[in-house]
């Protein structure tokens, strides 16, 4: 099963696509939103090109489990995102995903594989990637054979 991952923000929106069949996630883009809404026409070109069977959105709770007004604009992302694309949306818990990205990133550079310098656009995919890695790992018994 392919699925999109996303990292909600209210500036970018992290991307990244990964599969049961591959096991893993990997970063894709970042879609960065015009005015007061985030770009639509660029989410669902995506959605398009990529064809998945499901939609993975982090749902950022506070650390000590609840929700925040953060929290509830990525219930209403994820809500349109579902109606617009007529594919499933699933939520996960997204807590410590960008600081898990941004550890990553940090090694990749400290290795050589990554030479640039951190910018937030790649810490937004790398976060969207860890989402749908968590997703992907929690899921697999299930979506495997869907």
Not at 27 to 56: H, I, N, S, Y
């Amino acid at each position: 099963m392919l699925a999109l991952g996303f990292d909600f923000g209210r500036r970018r929106i992290g991307v990244a696509v990964g599969s049961h069949l591959g096991g893993a996630a990997r970063p894709l883009d970042v879609v960065v939103w015009r005015g007061d809404q985030p770009d639509w026409a660029r989410l669902e070109a995506l959605v398009t090109e990529w064809k998945p069977e499901r939609l993975v959105v982090g749902l950022p709770y506070n650390m000590d489990g609840s929700e925040s007004e953060l929290s509830r604009a990525a219930r209403r992302f994820a809500g349109r995102l579902q109606a617009r694309c007529r594919i499933k949306v699933e939520l996960v818990d997204e807590r410590l995903s960008s600081r898990e990205a941004e550890h990553r990133l940090k090694m990749q550079r400290r290795s050589g594989v990554k030479k640039s310098k951190l910018a937030a656009a790649d810490v937004d995919r790398e976060a969207a990637a860890v989402i749908l890695q968590g997703w992907l790992d929690n899921s697999g018994q299930q979506g495997a054979g869907e």
